[in-house]
């Protein structure tokens, strides 16, 4: 895909991942990024670098996918989408019926617009959550879909429903698996945020971190700029429809990237192991780590950061900006 002089909407663009992927597209010889987003996770200070290029504009009514007459609204004249907006995992296990509405039907809608406006490509964000537990590692695109949790249950909806656009209308559609995303932007204090972030607030406030299990638990995180850039990769491509995994293809453990951190931290804390609880020992997953190979032959996507390389970005990053 040409991105020349094009214009394109980024959902979810003031988010987490959402608002590197802008920062990413202006880098681009592209006419006009458009920012849909309800700011209800997302925040517009983390556009404040990119609304500074005038080509980088927030759609001025509401952002919300579940409204289909906004939604079409923010789609005319646009020549390429990207889709980041979804309630989290965690979000998901409270509060179901408003995950369907969101991450299903939402997807629905945009789905829908893009068809209705003519869109030439969609690259829309769906999860490694749809795997489960590792069968076998690293996984491939072609390992089961072994989900127990309702956050993975509507990104395989969101995948089926990708295909079966793409089948019925020619819409163009690639759906990213993301492992384990970490970074700034990444909401750094709220009661749904990530391993890393809980673990460098307990150490910035010199308390003990703590591991539930044994921390043998296994993961890929992979830093939100390379994910940025693999979206972007992804809408240049000539790929029509496919779904991807986007990591590194690295195991780490939690109590390896506990130990790094607070290596990196020059901290001399010594970590806390507590047992799971009944719920989360049947929800956990235990060992999730991605193949990169498909994504790297068809994409050509190549994660360009370590995770020490990662971590001391983000360490930086939290230093000029502290938690509040």
């Given at each position: 895909?040409?991105?020349?002089?094009?214009?394109?909407?980024?959902?979810?663009?003031?988010?987490?991942?959402?608002?590197?992927?802008?920062?990413?597209?202006?880098?681009?010889?592209?006419?006009?990024?458009?920012?849909?987003?309800?700011?209800?996770?997302?925040?517009?200070?983390?556009?404040?670098?990119?609304?500074?290029?005038?080509?980088?504009?927030?759609?001025?009514?509401?952002?919300?996918?579940?409204?289909?007459?906004?939604?079409?609204?923010?789609?005319?004249?646009?020549?390429?989408?990207?889709?980041?907006?979804?309630?989290?995992?965690?979000?998901?296990?409270?509060?179901?019926?408003?995950?369907?509405?969101?991450?299903?039907?939402?997807?629905?809608?945009?789905?829908?617009?893009?068809?209705?406006?003519?869109?030439?490509?969609?690259?829309?964000?769906?999860?490694?959550?749809?795997?489960?537990?590792?069968?076998e590692v690293p996984m491939t695109e072609a390992h089961p879909f072994n989900n127990k949790n309702f956050y993975g249950a509507s990104k395989i909806a969101g995948e089926a429903m990708a295909t079966a656009f793409n089948d019925r209308y020619g819409l163009e559609v690639i759906g990213l698996r993301y492992m384990n995303v970490y970074g700034p932007h990444q909401d750094q204090t709220a009661a749904y945020t990530g391993v890393i972030p809980i673990m460098l607030n307990k150490i910035d406030a010199n308390e003990t971190p703590v591991?539930?299990?044994?921390?043998?638990?296994?993961?890929?995180?992979?830093?939100?700029?390379?994910?940025?850039?693999?979206?972007?990769?992804?809408?240049?491509?000539?790929?029509?429809?496919?779904?991807?995994?986007?990591?590194?293809?690295?195991?780490?453990?939690?109590?390896?990237?506990?130990?790094?951190?607070?290596?990196?931290?020059?901290?001399?804390?010594?970590?806390?192991?507590?047992?799971?609880?009944?719920?989360?020992?049947?929800?956990?997953?235990?060992?999730?780590?991605?193949?990169?190979?498909?994504?790297?032959?068809?994409?050509?996507?190549?994660?360009?950061?370590?995770?020490?390389?990662?971590?001391?970005?983000?360490?930086?990053?939290?230093?000029?900006?502290?938690?509040?």
């Amino acid at each position: 895909m040409d991105l020349k002089n094009s214009k394109v909407l980024v959902i979810g663009g003031a988010g987490f991942i959402g608002s590197y992927v802008v920062s990413e597209l202006l880098k681009e010889d592209i006419s006009e990024v458009v920012v849909y987003d309800n700011f209800a996770r997302g925040k517009k200070e983390y556009l404040t670098e990119s609304l500074k290029d005038p080509r980088c504009k927030i759609f001025p009514v509401g952002g919300d996918i579940r409204e289909t007459d906004i939604l079409n609204d923010a789609m005319k004249g646009v020549d390429y989408v990207f889709c980041l907006a979804a309630m989290w995992l965690l979000h998901c296990k409270d509060y179901p019926r408003t995950a369907f509405e969101v991450n299903i039907a939402g997807t629905f809608n945009v789905l829908e617009a893009c068809v209705k406006n003519n869109i030439k490509k969609l690259v829309w964000s769906s999860s490694a959550s749809v795997y489960g537990d590792a069968v076998e590692v690293p996984m491939t695109e072609a390992h089961p879909f072994n989900n127990k949790n309702f956050y993975g249950a509507s990104k395989i909806a969101g995948e089926a429903m990708a295909t079966a656009f793409n089948d019925r209308y020619g819409l163009e559609v690639i759906g990213l698996r993301y492992m384990n995303v970490y970074g700034p932007h990444q909401d750094q204090t709220a009661a749904y945020t990530g391993v890393i972030p809980i673990m460098l607030n307990k150490i910035d406030a010199n308390e003990t971190p703590v591991i539930n299990g044994d921390g043998s638990q296994a993961y890929d995180f992979i830093y939100v700029e390379d994910v940025a850039r693999c979206n972007v990769e992804a809408m240049r491509s000539a790929v029509k429809h496919g779904f991807y995994n986007v990591g590194t293809e690295v195991q780490t453990s939690i109590g390896q990237l506990c130990d790094t951190i607070l290596r990196l931290k020059k901290s001399d804390l010594k970590v806390t192991y507590k047992p799971y609880s009944a719920d989360d020992a049947r929800a956990m997953v235990q060992n999730r780590i991605g193949s990169k190979e498909k994504a790297e032959n068809e994409l050509g996507f190549t994660y360009k950061y370590s995770l020490e390389e990662g971590l001391l970005k983000l360490i930086e990053w939290r230093n000029n900006n502290p938690v509040k």
